[in-house]
């Protein structure tokens, strides 16, 4: 009867160390699938979506777009993104920019940076952004949306025009 009691014994020993080490390994297994969520996460905030990337990490250059009202939804938003990096070259120095906006229809827009919610438009018809610099050495995404009402009655001419020039 003491054999079979101490074979029980060591039986019951090995198997509570199986389960430590499982345990101990689902363990790891939860922390590390964790800390990859909070990468992903992060890195997905710093990938908000965007219509268009503008790169402006060298001096004297200049983008211009239009965006066409009629092909919008009745309230729609158009966003684009600044950076300052194109690939993994950065800019070396501070680089100031301005930005135009002229709306050509008879549509409302509103034009927001990041997730301030202060309206940058002057009038209904333009504004100008400008006193805006990007950081050197570091990247910098910076975004612009554009809120657009549509009006009822748009043509294919409507256009509301970007040009974003340092």
């Known amino acids: 009867m003491k054999k079979k009691n101490k074979k029980t014994t060591e039986d019951l020993l090995n198997s509570t160390k199986k389960l430590m080490i499982v345990f101990i390994l ?7 699938l964790f800390v990859l969520c909070v990468i992903k996460y992060k890195e997905s905030k710093e990938n908000e979506f965007a219509n268009m990337i503008i790169p402006v990490y060298e001096l004297n250059t200049n983008y211009e777009f239009s965006i066409n009202a009629k092909i919008l939804s009745e309230v729609d938003e158009y966003t684009f993104k600044i950076v ?11 680089i100031p920019y301005k930005i135009e906006i002229k709306n050509n229809t008879k549509s409302t827009i509103k034009v ?17 952004i400008d006193e805006v610099t990007l950081k050197k050495e570091e990247k910098e995404n910076i975004y612009y949306h554009i ?14 025009y970007v040009k974003i020039m340092n």
């Open 26 to 32: 689902l363990l790891i297994l939860v922390v590390f």
């Open 84 to 94: 300052n990096y194109k690939k993994k070259e950065i800019n070396k120095e501070e």
């Open 147 to 160: 809120k657009i009402t549509k009006s009822k009655d748009l043509t294919k001419d409507d256009l509301i």
């Open 112 to 128: 927001t940076k990041n997730d301030d919610k202060k309206d940058l438009m002057n009038n209904e018809k333009e504004t100008i």
